[in-house]
């Protein structure tokens, strides 16, 4: 009978011992390669340096070890077929490659870490193994996932892997190391330099790890799965971490509703609240309590924010959680939460609560991303509301004072989150009415009028896009509208002063659109 051989060479060595072991329980011989090698032997386990199998030393600091025909030849030798070559190049036939690879994302993701330290850490014998083991799998088993030691070893136990698990572990290999590859050139495309004079790659590759199965998609017979890109920061909803109250697992509108409330929330420094419905937000305020704040946003719009998606930018407290604890809520996304208030929430059977850890700032740079059929269409964030409004010019007879102009300022940060056409009627730290989604802007005018009531007047109007005719500033001056926000540039734009001219309604131009189609 053939000695069968593993080549062991991890960086994770999590399990690696155990696995080990069994592997030479079942008269494997083990290869293996510097601090693997130390390990197993230091745990009693034999197993015979790569430079003895080779007869070529380890050089360059270790960048040299496993590149070499003696390696590779014992791999990818096909039975029956490469016997010579083997013979050839002093090879063996290796029947199992264990590897997984050098810690490069979490390099990277180390504040401390230079270029230098990166760049050794991008991994190129690991790779080469792993390739050559899932390319030549019919007769070689490649792994390359802690994760699959305990029935790998299993299957052995009971003879072989079959052509199907083989062929499993060929993929996930592939997988990770396209992986691995996409976060390598995701940080060396970091560099100006290597971008050119174009905004986005040639080639976009972007690394995704299934996090968990939805409870379901858009609708309960869609199924649904939520993939985690590898390099997220804290403080997305992809990093937030669940704080395991509720019965229910998310669903994918629950994760869309949760990031559109984060985002919008992320505008203000002073405590604020984001109710989400149907990926709108329905009420916005600020206050100097979180409690308060949320009070606000909820009464700003009772209705929709039953069963809605809460979005906080400070810590929650108990009084704040007595207050979410009051109405029906889907979930609640904050960057902490005190042990009195997890008591308090916990109690609410179906409230699911995530902890995004910190709150990133409204200009963190991220690209976004949305499937189309056959590609998907990457834009940059729009991260430029702040400021506009104390920037922006006064068209109109009438300047807004100074309150209106905290409102506008508010506002203007509110519908930029807001499906377009969207209108935003405001005080100065609080909604009153939000229109949304209208296929013409004076029907989001009405919306955003007929759910502001009597609050319309003496609010501020804030609109994502320029006023195509009169006819929104008139309604909206009908409702006591005291003055409007707006990006400007229609072809119409003096009809649309005149209007707020005579009306008394105060207007300033930002130059800024803020479509969120």
């Given at each position: 009978?053939?000695?069968?051989?593993?080549?062991?060479?991890?960086?994770?060595?999590?399990?690696?011992?155990?696995?080990?072991?069994?592997?030479?329980?079942?008269?494997?011989?083990?290869?293996?390669?510097?601090?693997?090698?130390?390990?197993?032997?230091?745990?009693?386990?034999?197993?015979?340096?790569?430079?003895?199998?080779?007869?070529?030393?380890?050089?360059?600091?270790?960048?040299?070890?496993?590149?070499?025909?003696?390696?590779?030849?014992?791999?990818?030798?096909?039975?029956?077929?490469?016997?010579?070559?083997?013979?050839?190049?002093?090879?063996?036939?290796?029947d199992m490659v264990v590897v997984n690879l050098y810690p490069f994302e979490q390099t990277v993701s180390r504040a401390d870490a230079s270029d230098a330290e990166i760049i050794e850490n991008i991994d190129i014998g690991g790779p080469a193994?792993?390739?050559?083991?899932?390319?030549?799998?019919?007769?070689?088993?490649?792994?390359?996932?802690?994760?699959?030691?305990?029935?790998?070893?299993?299957?052995?136990?009971?003879?072989?892997?079959?052509?199907?698990?083989?062929?499993?572990?060929?993929?996930?290999?592939?997988?990770?190391?396209?992986?691995?590859?996409?976060?390598?050139?995701?940080?060396?495309?970091?560099?100006?330099?290597?971008?050119?004079?174009?905004?986005?790659?040639?080639?976009?590759?972007?690394?995704?790890?299934?996090?968990?199965?939805?409870?379901?998609?858009?609708?309960?017979?869609?199924?649904?799965?939520?993939?985690?890109?590898?390099?997220?920061?804290?403080?997305?909803?992809?990093?937030?971490?669940?704080?395991?109250?509720?019965?229910?697992?998310?669903?994918?509108?629950?994760?869309?509703?949760?990031?559109?409330?984060?985002?919008?929330?992320?505008?203000?420094?002073?405590?604020?609240?984001?109710?989400?419905?149907?990926?709108?937000?329905?009420?916005?305020?600020?206050?100097?309590?979180?409690?308060?704040?949320?009070?606000?946003?909820?009464?700003?719009?009772?209705?929709?924010?039953?069963?809605?998606?809460?979005?906080?930018?400070?810590?929650?407290?108990?009084?704040?959680?007595?207050?979410?604890?009051?109405?029906?809520?889907?979930?609640?996304?904050?960057?902490?939460?005190?042990?009195?208030?997890?008591?308090?929430?916990?109690?609410?059977?179906?409230?699911?609560?995530?902890?995004?850890?910190?709150?990133?700032?409204?200009?963190?740079?991220?690209?976004?991303?949305?499937?189309?059929?056959?590609?998907?269409?990457?834009?940059?964030?729009?991260?430029?509301?702040?400021?506009?409004?104390?920037?922006?010019?006064?068209?109109?007879?009438?300047?807004?004072?100074?309150?209106?102009?905290?409102?506008?300022?508010?506002?203007?940060?509110?519908?930029?989150?807001?499906?377009?056409?969207?209108?935003?009627?405001?005080?100065?730290?609080?909604?009153?009415?939000?229109?949304?989604?209208?296929?013409?802007?004076?029907?989001?005018?009405?919306?955003?009028?007929?759910?502001?009531?009597?609050?319309?007047?003496?609010?501020?109007?804030?609109?994502?896009?320029?006023?195509?005719?009169?006819?929104?500033?008139?309604?909206?001056?009908?409702?006591?509208?005291?003055?409007?926000?707006?990006?400007?540039?229609?072809?119409?734009?003096?009809?649309?002063?005149?209007?707020?001219?005579?009306?008394?309604?105060?207007?300033?131009?930002?130059?800024?659109?803020?479509?969120?189609?």
């Open positions: 009978m053939n000695t069968r051989r593993a080549l062991i060479s991890v960086s994770n060595k999590s399990r690696i011992v155990p696995f080990a072991k069994s592997l030479s329980n079942l008269g494997f011989e083990l290869l293996s390669t510097g601090g693997t090698a130390k390990l197993l032997v230091d745990e009693g386990i034999e197993a015979i340096p790569v430079e003895r199998y080779t007869g070529s030393p380890e050089v360059m600091d270790g960048r040299l070890k496993t590149l070499h025909p003696a390696v590779h030849g014992g791999i990818l030798a096909r039975l029956g077929r490469d016997e010579n070559d083997l013979a050839k190049v002093g090879a063996t036939p290796i193994m792993l390739r050559s083991a899932a390319k030549n799998h019919q007769r070689v088993v490649a792994v390359c996932d802690p994760d699959d030691y305990d029935w790998v070893a299993q299957e052995l136990q009971h003879g072989d892997l079959d052509l199907g698990k083989r062929r499993q572990l060929a993929a996930k290999v592939f997988a990770h190391t396209a992986a691995y590859d996409a976060a390598v050139a995701r940080y060396l495309s970091t560099d100006a330099d290597a971008q050119g004079p174009e905004p986005f790659p040639r080639f976009l590759t972007l690394p995704f790890e299934r996090g968990y199965h939805l409870r379901y998609g858009e609708n309960p017979h869609q199924k649904g799965a939520f993939f985690r890109e590898r390099h997220a920061p804290i403080g997305t909803i992809a990093m937030a971490k669940s704080l395991g109250a509720g019965g229910k697992e998310l669903s994918y509108n629950n994760f869309i509703d949760l990031d559109a409330a984060l985002e919008a929330v992320r505008e203000f420094q002073s405590p604020a609240a984001v109710v989400v419905k149907h990926t709108n937000p329905c009420g916005v305020a600020t206050s100097d309590s979180l409690e308060k704040a949320y009070r606000l946003a909820r009464e700003a719009d009772s209705v929709s924010a039953f069963g809605g998606i809460v979005a906080l930018n400070h810590n929650v407290d108990a009084a704040t959680a007595s207050a979410l604890a009051e109405t029906f809520l889907e979930a609640v996304v904050a960057p902490g939460f005190s042990e009195e208030a997890l008591a308090i929430l916990r109690k609410k059977k179906n409230l699911r609560l995530l902890d995004c850890g910190v709150m990133l700032p409204p200009d963190h740079p991220s690209d976004v991303l949305r499937r189309i059929s056959g590609g998907i269409v990457v834009q940059q964030r729009d991260t430029t509301a702040q400021g506009e409004v104390e920037a922006a010019a006064v068209v109109t007879n009438r300047a807004p004072t100074q309150e209106e102009m905290l409102a506008l300022s508010f506002a203007w940060k509110v519908v930029k989150h807001v499906k377009s056409n969207a209108i935003v009627l405001a005080k100065p730290n609080v909604t009153v009415g939000v229109g949304a989604g209208q296929m013409s802007r004076v029907e989001s005018v009405m919306i955003a009028c007929r759910k502001a009531g009597e609050a319309s007047r003496g609010a501020v109007l804030a609109s994502d896009a320029f006023f195509p005719f009169p006819d929104g500033i008139e309604l909206a001056a009908a409702q006591g509208v005291g003055a409007v926000v707006q990006p400007g540039g229609s072809v119409k734009d003096q009809d649309v002063i005149d209007a707020a001219n005579r009306a008394g309604i105060a207007m300033i131009f930002t130059g800024k659109r803020h479509f969120r189609h």
